[in-house]
């Protein structure tokens, strides 16, 4: 299935489901350089889209949404310790046990798209040689 088809089954009660965090509020109120809007404008309306394409292209790696996915990750994961966060279920006050897991269960599933559309994007442009990297 494709990455597209993958989006289109998430159920609406899985939108719904999420909160306003810290992230999300984060990740809504920073811009995306307008030039993604115009690709996906075009996109969607049967335009071309490769005068996007070419101001996609000159964006800075530093501003594009890929590298504040896997920045954000690596800030989330860089000390992952199960334990500790074992420690800290029985006194969170703000979230019960029942909605971190559904919390992360819905963040597993993103990411669980996110790699697959990457994984799908390396195996169509990145061919492996068959060599080691």
């Given at each position: 299935?494709?990455?597209k088809g993958k989006v289109e089954s998430m159920r609406v009660k899985d939108v719904n489901a999420f909160e306003l965090t810290?992230?999300?509020a984060d990740a809504l109120?920073?811009?995306?350089?307008a030039s993604y809007l115009e690709y996906f404008t075009a996109a969607c309306s049967g335009r071309s889209t490769k005068e996007a394409e070419t101001r996609l292209a000159a964006i800075p790696e530093e501003k594009r949404y890929l590298t504040r996915v896997l920045d954000s990750l690596d800030s989330a994961f860089a000390d992952f310790d199960t334990e500790t966060a074992m420690l800290d279920l029985p006194y969170m006050q703000n979230r019960n046990p029942e909605a971190i897991r559904r919390y992360l269960e819905f963040r597993l599933r993103q990411f669980k798209m996110l790699l697959d559309?990457?994984?799908?994007g390396v195996e169509e442009k990145y061919p492996a040689t068959g060599g080691h990297s």
């Open positions: 299935m494709s990455s810290p992230g999300l109120s920073a811009s995306l350089d559309a990457v994984e799908n």
